[in-house]
């Protein structure tokens, strides 16, 4: 393998019934920080069916180029379809970088272009930078149960590929009006050819918890200690019109689902407002919250590691303090 030839950082464009996915405009922002210290260009790849309007919000957010195809075989996601078409885009320009993102379809998606073109892949990754000189990408991701970040390189290989958790990097601004290149792209597949038929498409219509997207993200941990200490965070969590996360603790306690984890197991969020209710502050849980724009934090142990990364603490028993806000917000 020539290493030379490998020029540009690509970002896989996730779409879903014609909306662009965040984490793919989350990666233009990081992409853009990669290409430029290794002065290349920023590509977007976008696949799906009568998609044509999708193109210039990523020159917006950031894409040189943008390499679309446009197929009716590719409407819904398929691995057999799209490794093929990615798979066949790699091999004839030759990304340097390649990054999708962790979600269903992009690890998916990922690992499947992986063994199709023959090289490395970097798997949930929540840091990324490059060694300019070495040419080298650094995709970091926790390990050791959240210990350590490990720092994993893909020397022999290219292009050098990750999958990057949503929500760990922020969605760069928008450039109204920033303008490239669209480089239309075909693929050669027929419906019939397909071993893979999309029958009917059930969605799961149940309520589930988003904390990915909340604004406030009130969080029990064991310090609330059973059900009834939990539906106290959650009058808390109405009157702010909040989002209710937990520790694992909590939830391996039964005393609420798993939707509602946040941590190196559960969400990673950044919310504007996160309060940690009863938390000790585990790397494994301030992983997934860290990067929230303002912590609060509530603990009767002043030594409570959750302090070290809160930017307003209370060293007080939750069962007192909690009630009070929900009174005091409840009044606002
Ligand atoms: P504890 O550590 O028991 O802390 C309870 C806290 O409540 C204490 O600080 C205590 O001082 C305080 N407290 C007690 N009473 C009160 C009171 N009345 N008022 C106020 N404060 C009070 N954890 C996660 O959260 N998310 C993950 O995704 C996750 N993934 C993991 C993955 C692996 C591989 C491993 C090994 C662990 C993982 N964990 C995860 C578990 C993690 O290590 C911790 O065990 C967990 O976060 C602790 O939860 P906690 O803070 O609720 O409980």
Redesign the pocket.
């Known amino acids: 393998m020539n290493k030379e030839e490998y020029r540009g950082v690509w970002v896989f464009i996730e779409q879903r019934e014609g909306n662009l996915v965040d984490v793919g405009l989350e990666l233009l922002g990081a992409g853009r920080d990669l290409a430029d210290k290794l002065e290349v260009e920023l590509c977007g790849v976008l696949l799906g069916s009568n998609i044509d309007q999708l193109t210039q919000p990523l020159f917006e957010y950031g894409a040189d180029k943008v390499y679309v195809i446009d197929n009716p075989v590719l409407e819904q996601y398929r691995t057999e379809t799209y490794m093929k078409a990615v798979g066949d885009l790699v091999r004839k320009y030759k990304p340097e970088i390649f990054l999708y993102g962790a979600t269903a379809n992009g690890k998916d998606l990922a690992s499947a272009v992986a063994t199709e073109v023959m090289t490395g892949l970097t798997a949930d990754t929540t840091l990324l930078d490059v060694n300019v000189e070495k040419r080298l990408f650094e995709a970091s991701r926790p390990a050791f ?2 210990n350590i970040m490990a720092t994993i390189l893909c020397k022999k290989h290219r292009p050098q590929m990750a999958t990057v958790r949503p929500k760990v990097i922020k969605k760069p601004d928008r450039q109204e009006g920033r303008t490239g290149e669209v480089v239309q792209e075909s693929i050669d597949l027929q419906e019939d050819d397909l071993r893979t038929k999309v029958i009917e498409i059930v969605k799961d219509t149940q309520k589930k918890v988003n904390l990915e997207e909340a604004d406030i993200i009130v969080s ?6 059973d059900e009834k ?1 939990f539906k106290m965070v959650e009058d808390l969590a109405n009157v702010l019109n909040a989002t209710v996360g ?6 391996e306690a039964g005393i609420c689902s798993h939707d509602h ?6 969400a990673t969020v950044t919310p504007k407002i996160y309060f ?10 301030t ?2 919250m860290a990067n929230s724009e303002l912590i609060f934090a ?4 002043p030594n ?3 302090f070290d990364v809160a930017h307003y603490g209370i060293v ?6 909690v009630p009070l806000l929900t009174r005091e917000f409840q009044k606002a």
């Not at 984890?261 to 559960?266: C, E, F, L, R, Y």
């Not at 509530?298 to 142990?301: A, C, E, L, S």
């Not at 007080?316 to 303090?321: C, G, P, V």
């Open positions: 149960g959240g029990a941990g064991k310090g609330i200690k200490g937990a520790s694992r603790d909590v939830v984890q946040v941590g190196q197991t559960g940690a209710i009863g938390i000790s502050g585990a790397v494994q849980h992983v997934g509530i603990n009767t142990d409570a590691a959750i007080a028993d939750a069962f007192e303090i």
